[in-house]
């Protein structure tokens, strides 16, 4: 066996029991409520204001707010994970210093615990079907780690183990994150969230079941195939299970090491990265709707994107579709009336916001309206008027009677979608959309 002995540093176990992940959010809590006396004693002797965020938001509690959620990994590091990447420049900034952290953990299962779940998985004899297997692995993120190794017949392969416990742990870990958000102040008891929570367990107990992500990314490699600039892992049936996923390995870097590369080829790829989102849209019918940067990895030599991480594809709704195509066409022909109208059928907004707020939402309109018209590269690095726009949401959030959610397939097809421009913002890359999504359009049909 060729194995690398793991940085034991970095080891971390996860907790796989009920009671050993409740204690976890409770030490949490109790940490915070600790945090908020001394804070609060302190504010008091030297008379200062009291705010509930301020004792809430000490340093002390952002860093064990950060250090819990990533020790217990799953679907609590998940949601945060989710929230910070959905919700970029519209988070208080405290918040998006925890959920940012998040996304740069790197904890791993120390080897104990790695081997009792693939021995679980491929019986106590496991190592007898490879040359080697790296007990370090290459990659660690919420719900599952990756390992290379090699097999007996010399192929190279990314062995993806998950978490023990963390499939049975995710409903329970929704609700406690949505609790602990409530308790901090960031999640608004006024607004309805039902919805949105069993979205979310539902998306998390999908990502869990790693031989549904097997299939996906299979179809996806059948989707590609012709398609030049792509790489999708090919399956390995024979090793994948419910809680492991075999593939090819293949090499490539973080997608942020673009940023080094020269400005036409940063703008390439991320046009091929645009095209490839509007074709889920309105082409394939199906998306991969976490668009989280370490799911894309870069070769330097022939410029291809490798697409990873297959658990978060889910199939588009027609009518999400429809209203996305409706709404760029009344873009593109600078009609804010249909623009509206389009924004409003697809469950964007609530008619009572246009009703309430029109000078407001016209601006926004005419905002977007005149970014995707322009006949010139877009620039994604230059974000100035992401401000405008987040102000003037903020003040029509203020009033009350028009929060609501929309459609929560809308919402995971507006994730991959500005999660994508978020990339294309750290890669300051300039991409014509109006030309791309014009092409899209017109070589496609209404569902």
Not at 73 to 94: V, Y
């Amino acid at each position: 066996m060729n194995e690398e002995k793991p940085d034991k540093s970095r080891e971390r176990a996860v907790p796989s029991g009920r009671l050993a992940r409740m204690g976890t959010f409770g030490r949490l809590v109790g940490g915070v409520a600790g945090g908020m006396a001394a804070e609060g004693a302190r504010r008091l002797t030297s008379g200062e204001s009291l705010s509930p965020r301020d004792l809430i938001l000490t340093p002390g509690n952002v860093q064990r707010m950060t250090d819990r959620l990533a020790h217990l990994r799953g679907a609590a590091m998940k949601m945060g994970q989710m929230i910070s990447l959905d919700s970029g420049d519209f988070l208080p900034p405290e918040l998006s210093k925890i959920l940012a952290s998040l996304r740069d953990q790197a904890n791993f299962m120390p080897t104990k615990q790695l081997d009792t779940v693939l021995r679980a998985e491929w019986g106590n004899d496991w190592r007898r079907q490879f040359k080697w297997f790296n007990p370090r692995p290459i990659a660690a993120a919420s719900i599952g780690q990756v390992h290379k190794a090699m097999t007996r017949d010399g192929e190279e392969l990314a062995i993806k183990v998950q978490y023990p416990g963390v499939a049975k742990s995710i409903d329970s870990d929704v609700d406690n994150v949505m609790t602990l958000l409530k308790v901090a102040g960031f999640a608004p008891p006024e607004l309805e969230v039902d919805k949105l929570l069993a979205a979310a367990k539902k998306q998390l107990h999908e990502e869990a079941d790693y031989k549904r992500e097997g299939e996906q990314m299979a179809l996806f490699r059948e989707r590609l195939a012709g398609v030049p600039g792509f790489v999708v892992p090919q399956l390995h049936e024979g090793l994948t299970r419910g809680s492991i996923l075999a593939m090819s390995f293949e090499e490539g870097v973080a997608i942020e090491e673009l940023e080094q590369e020269p400005a036409e080829r940063r703008d390439e790829v991320m046009a091929r990265l645009m095209r490839l989102v509007a074709r889920e849209l309105f082409d394939f019918g199906v998306m991969q709707t976490d668009p989280n940067f370490a799911n894309f990895r870069y070769r330097r030599g022939t410029g291809e994107i490798v697409l990873l991480d297959f658990g978060a594809c889910r199939d588009v709704d027609p009518d999400v579709s429809n209203g996305y195509r409706k709404m760029l066409i009344a873009g593109l022909e600078g009609n804010r009336e249909e623009v509206l109208a389009a924004t409003i059928d697809a469950g964007f907004m609530m008619p009572i916001v246009a009703e309430k707020h029109p000078e407001r939402v016209n601006r926004m309109i005419d905002v977007v309206i005149g970014e995707m018209r322009e006949d010139a590269p877009f620039d994604f690095g230059d974000r100035g008027f992401v401000p405008l726009l987040r102000d003037e949401g903020l003040e029509i959030a203020k009033d009350k009677d028009t929060w609501a959610f929309p459609p929560i397939e809308t919402l995971f097809v507006q994730r991959k979608v500005s999660g994508t421009a978020l990339l294309g913002a750290r890669l300051k890359a300039k991409v014509n959309i109006r030309r791309m999504t014009e092409e899209v359009l017109a070589s496609t049909q209404a569902f």
